[in-house]
């Protein structure tokens, strides 16, 4: 909508579209701890619009505050079909699952980031570190391989390559038991 706007700047003299209006109620109620109401208005949201992403993420951070998992699992993957700036959200899914210790988890949200996202190196350095944190050695020495194929700036990124020949020498190693 607003790439429209930029287009046509004569929509700003209209009143502002359906959509944001229904948006501005939800987050309204969200702030005031009211989730089931603001679930309605995300719902009507989609039915005005169904190629609205960001009624499909508004719709899946609803249903993550409201704990109903396959809704905001189908939510999310459909804004992302929509939009896919929509799959940084895998990232931060992937940070949260880290913290909380479950690293497994952490892996599979950063794979999705970045199949989404291919061009991150940054992401793809967090992902091998990420599998050599669970023993996942074979894929994560792919993985710094294709990375260390890389042209780095020596300017902005002068210890990328002495990190990576840290983690494909880690990647190297066998466990001790």
Known sequence: MLAKVFSEPTLLNQPPPDNWTLLEKAL??????????????????????????????????????????????????????????????????????????????????????????????????????????IDRKALARELIAELQTAEWSPIYAPEIPSHLADLAERAQTVKRR
């Open 28 to 133: 309204y109620l969200e702030n005031f701890y009211q989730p089931e109401k603001s679930r309605d208005l995300y719902v009507a949201m989609i039915e005005n619009d169904p190629t609205d992403p960001a009624a499909h993420y508004g719709l899946y951070r609803n249903a993550r505050s409201l704990n109903d998992q396959e809704t905001a699992r189908m939510s999310l993957l459909r804004a992302i079909e929509l939009d896919p700036v929509y799959g940084l959200e895998f990232i931060r899914l992937a940070e949260e699952s880290a913290e909380g210790g479950h690293l497994e988890t952490s892996a599979a949200f950063l794979e999705r980031a970045t199949q989404i996202f291919p061009d991150n190196l940054g992401l793809k350095i967090r992902l091998a570190e990420t599998w050599l944190a």
